[in-house]
């Protein structure tokens, strides 16, 4: 037996952020704006602007904070245990799958930045799940990092997720052999 625990989304939950991110930032804008408008708050905004200011800051820091409650509701830890062909997979303390393999699809994507995703779709006789996987952190051509807004784990989860993937593989290969 082997265990594997990672932090990760699925393919719902990745669309649900790439979705609600946009749309959670921009309708503050867009409700100012309609308040511009339907208000004719011009005048005031032109003379004070630091009000403006402030209501733009306060409006977008609030639909950051919002996105990232989302976002960690959304990301769970998962712990797989794949006894040969066979696997159980957790999330969150609740069993997801589990049954004996029989395909498993790898997309690492490595970009040249040092941004990292991966991707990892495993299916079963009666069920599949896909795993998604986008790093908290990328490095920059000054060798400095940045902070991905969109990243839902560490470079180790992607590491022991892509170690999941091709162990499984490698099995089914191996079965398919014999």
Same mark, same amino acid.
Request: proline residues 2%.
């Given at each position: 037996?082997?265990?594997?625990?990672?932090?990760?989304?699925?393919?719902?939950?990745?669309?649900?952020?790439?979705?609600?991110?946009?749309?959670?930032?921009?309708?503050?804008?867009?409700?100012?704006?309609?308040?511009?408008?339907?208000?004719?708050?011009?005048?005031?905004?032109?003379?004070?602007?630091?009000?403006?200011?402030?209501?733009?800051?306060?409006?977008?820091?609030?639909?950051?904070?919002?996105?990232?409650?989302?976002?960690?509701?959304?990301?769970?830890?998962?712990?797989?245990?794949?006894?040969?062909?066979?696997?159980?997979?957790?999330?969150?303390?609740?069993?997801?799958?589990?049954?004996?393999?029989?395909?498993?699809?790898?997309?690492?994507?490595?970009?040249?930045?040092?941004?990292?995703? =991966? %991707?990892?779709?495993?299916?079963?006789?009666?069920?599949?799940? $896909?795993?998604?996987?986008?790093?908290? #952190?990328? /490095? &920059?051509?000054?060798?400095?990092?940045?902070?991905?807004?969109?990243?839902?784990?560490? =470079? %180790?989860?992607?590491?022991?997720?892509?170690?999941?993937?091709? $162990?499984?593989?490698?099995?089914?290969? #191996?079965? /398919? &052999?014999?």
């Amino acid at each position: 037996m082997e265990k594997y625990e990672f932090t990760a989304t699925t393919a719902k939950s990745d669309i649900i952020i790439g979705l609600i991110s946009p749309m959670i930032i921009m309708f503050p804008i867009l409700g100012i704006q309609l308040a511009f408008f339907y208000l004719r708050l011009n005048d005031f905004f032109k003379s004070y602007p630091v009000f403006l200011y402030l209501l733009v800051f306060v409006s977008l820091g609030g639909s950051v904070i919002l996105v990232k409650k989302i976002q960690k509701n959304l990301v769970k830890n998962y712990v797989a245990e794949l006894y040969g062909k066979n696997i159980r997979i957790w999330g969150n303390g609740e069993e997801v799958i589990s049954g004996v393999v029989s395909f498993c699809k790898i997309n690492h994507k490595k970009h040249k930045m040092g941004a990292r995703a =991966l %991707s990892v779709d495993i299916y079963t006789d009666t069920d599949k799940i $896909k795993f998604r996987v986008r790093a908290k #952190e990328y /490095k &920059k051509i000054t060798v400095s990092s940045a902070c991905n807004p969109l990243g839902t784990s560490e =470079l %180790s989860d992607i590491k022991t997720l892509l170690s999941l993937g091709r $162990k499984i593989k490698n099995t089914l290969e #191996e079965q /398919k &052999k014999e």
